[in-house]
C-alpha cells in the first residue's frame, strides 16, 4: 500500500508564489519516479512536471521557468516551487509517484486570486 500526502496550497495574489510539498509512504522500495498534476473541474489533469529517481526532470513547455521541481530522497518527498503565479494556475494539484501503478495523493487546492 502507498500513500500520498500533499501540502502548501492555499490562497496567493497574483504575482505571488507558493511552495507545494507531497510525501510518500507505504512499500516504496526505494526512490521513485513522482510526479505533479492540476487539475481544473471539467477539464483533464494536467502534466506540469516530473522528477526521476536520479534527479532528471521533465516539465510541461507551458510551465517551465515558473514552476520548479525537486526531492528529498530520505524523506520521499518531491516539492513543487510555484512563482510568478497567474489566476489560471488556479487548480487542485495532484502528486504521483509510479511504481508498477501510479498512485495519486488526494490533492490539494490553489487558488490564486486577488
Known amino acids: 500500500q502507498v500513500q500520498l500526502v500533499e501540502s502548501g496550497g492555499g490562497l496567493v495574489q497574483p504575482g505571488g508564489s507558493l511552495r507545494l510539498s507531497c510525501t510518500a509512504s507505504?512499500?516504496?522500495?526505494?526512490?521513485?519516479?513522482m510526479g505533479w498534476y492540476r487539475q481544473v473541474p471539467g477539464l483533464q489533469r494536467e502534466f506540469i512536471a516530473e522528477i526521476l529517481n536520479n534527479g532528471a526532470t521533465t516539465y510541461s513547455g507551458s510551465l517551465r521557468g515558473r514552476f520548479t521541481i525537486s526531492r528529498r530522497n530520505a524523506t520521499n518527498t518531491i516539492d513543487l516551487q510555484m512563482n510568478s503565479l497567474k489566476t489560471e494556475d488556479s487548480a487542485v494539484y495532484f502528486c504521483k509517484v509510479t511504481l508498477t501503478s501510479d498512485f495519486w495523493g488526494q490533492g490539494t487546492q490553489v487558488t490564486v486570486s486577488s
Open positions: 507505504g512499500n516504496l522500495f526505494g526512490p521513485r519516479p
